[in-house]
């Protein structure tokens, strides 16, 4: 079994950040039509909340067309937010990079089994004020191939967490953004996500997404 986890430990400045693009600016006015309706592969998920299912559409769009995300929803964002990262922040510098190298990637499907796992483990966490990847092993102890986790504290709004893990402030490998783009060799197999945004006793709120290659 091949194993990409993360777990981002730090919230700083994040936590006073109010993101103006999450709600103002509707990907409907950036992308066309026609590739929201490629990357929203869990509309029609019932089990997903609203927001679960918008990060996986965003996670979709980066992946379909990196650029376009970069400069029409990563620098807007940065200008809209006072977090203390700018286009010269070095972690900005490589996230806008590695976004640029991106065109086609394909589509991660919502699989329930995932979501099952993300979601035990998040409300887990949440009740004991943890964080981490405790039962890692355990938990994917069924999928044979390649399967990741990111864990990301303090946020319950889609853009927040996905710019908390795509940014990946302290994590020299940058992992959550391997994860979410597909950026290594492990993190190219995935084809599917879960994801669960649950209450934290500490941090407000964690949302665990799940990755798994599954045939």
């Known amino acids: 079994m091949f194993i990409n986890r993360f777990c981002l430990l730090f919230v700083g400045l994040f936590q006073v950040l109010v993101c103006t693009l999450a709600r103002s600016q509707s990907v409907d006015s950036i992308y066309e039509s026609s ?27 980066a992946r379909l067309d990196g650029k376009t ?10 200008k809209n937010n006072n977090e203390g990262f700018n286009e010269n922040s070095p972690e900005i ?43 890692y092993q355990k938990r994917f102890k069924n999928f044979k191939g390649a399967t990741g986790e990111n864990c990301s504290y303090g946020f319950n709004e889609p853009l927040l967490i ?25 993190s190219k197999q995935f084809t599917h996500i879960g994801i669960a945004i649950k209450p934290h006793k500490v941090w407000s709120y964690n949302c665990v997404m799940d990755f798994a290659k599954i045939d």
């Open 35 to 61: 590739i929201i309706k490629i990357a929203n592969t869990a509309v029609n998920e019932t089990y997903l909340t609203p927001y679960e299912k918008e990060i996986i559409l965003l996670i979709n769009l």
């Open 69 to 78: 995300f970069g400069d029409k929803i990563v620098i807007p964002y940065l």
């Open 93 to 135: 510098i490589s996230l806008l990079k590695d976004l640029n190298s991106i065109k086609n990637q394909a589509c991660l499907l919502p699989q329930r089994t995932l979501f099952e796992i993300a979601n035990t483990h998040a409300s887990r966490m949440g009740k004991l004020g943890k964080i981490g990847h405790d039962g």
């Open 162 to 186: 996905l710019m908390q893990l795509l940014i990946d402030k302290d994590v020299p490998n940058r992992g959550h953004r391997k994860n979410i783009l597909g950026l290594d060799a492990t």
